[in-house]
């Protein structure tokens, strides 16, 4: 067996025993919020809906609350948008924004970078919203640039507010200061604890399932994002393992809109 292919299979191993391990759903105690009387609980978010992506449609069929983040101006934009929304799904705007590095292609259309001027940022950011039907959010495609500069997400934010929407911060950048901002102008916002595949490999999608266990048992409260794209299909079928590990273990999943503050 080649190195490769033992951590792949060491990946799985782990995850399958996680799986076995856990308690039947009927004898497991909620972990409660200290002082709260409720359950620790998970929100997932699934980013780059809106171009037909691998593993559009089994993310769909996932049975547990999931925010669909779509992107704007795609060609299943607004068939995305709108098969979440019939799932009883939340849907947010997967807004393309400039990062420090990364490829101009990689963002789509009607980027939100620092170069714009102030109408032009409003412009792109009120269009985008308008184009993905039953959005009642936001979140950042990339950023890392865009999120740290306070004027471009100050307007941004503003919109949010006047649309009466929130923005969950993917945390691209440790430096983001859509937290600060939205604080100071009143707009509802979290941010994002982890990725799902950030790698895109197997070995890897799995070994942040475990992760993810871990996290359910020891926050309150967890936002973990996903993907359709490259590697789509391997974490859909990551998350139908581990969704049932973690209910069972007594965390619930809610939708994003829940833990917004």
Not at 137 to 157: P, Q, W, Y
Request: proline share 6%; charged share 20%; with cysteine.
């Amino acid at each position: 067996m080649s190195r490769k292919n033992g951590l792949l299979a060491a990946a799985w191993l782990l995850v399958a025993v996680i799986i076995a391990a856990a308690p039947a759903a009927s004898s497991a105690s909620p972990l409660k919020i200290p002082g709260s009387g409720e359950t620790r609980r998970v929100a997932l978010v699934i980013d780059d809906f809106g171009n037909d992506m691998k593993g559009t449609e089994q993310m769909m069929e996932l049975p547990i609350p999931f925010a669909a983040a779509v992107m704007p101006f795609l060609p299943t934009t607004k068939r995305d948008a709108e098969w979440a929304h019939r799932k009883g799904q939340t849907v947010l705007v997967h807004v393309p924004m400039e990062p420090f590095n990364g490829r101009p292609e990689w963002l789509g259309p009607g980027a939100i970078t620092t170069k714009l001027s102030d109408e032009e940022v409003r412009q792109r950011i009120t269009a985008a919203i308008e184009d993905v039907p039953y959005a009642v959010g936001i979140n950042n495609h990339m950023g890392s640039k865009a999120t740290a500069d306070e004027r471009v997400m100050r307007i941004v934010l503003t919109v949010c507010k006047e649309k009466g929407m929130f923005m969950l911060d993917s945390r691209t950048n440790y430096k983001s200061v859509v937290g600060k901002l939205a604080a100071e102008l009143g707009v509802p916002t979290a941010n994002n604890h982890m990725f799902m595949d950030d790698v895109h490999t197997r070995s890897h999608i799995a070994k942040q399932a475990v992760q993810l266990q871990k996290l359910a048992h020891t926050r309150e409260e967890t936002i973990v994002i996903g993907h359709v794209g490259a590697s789509g299909n391997h974490t859909a079928e990551v998350l139908k393992g581990i969704i049932p590990v973690i209910q069972q273990s007594g965390a619930a999943f809610v939708p994003i809109s829940e833990m917004m503050r």
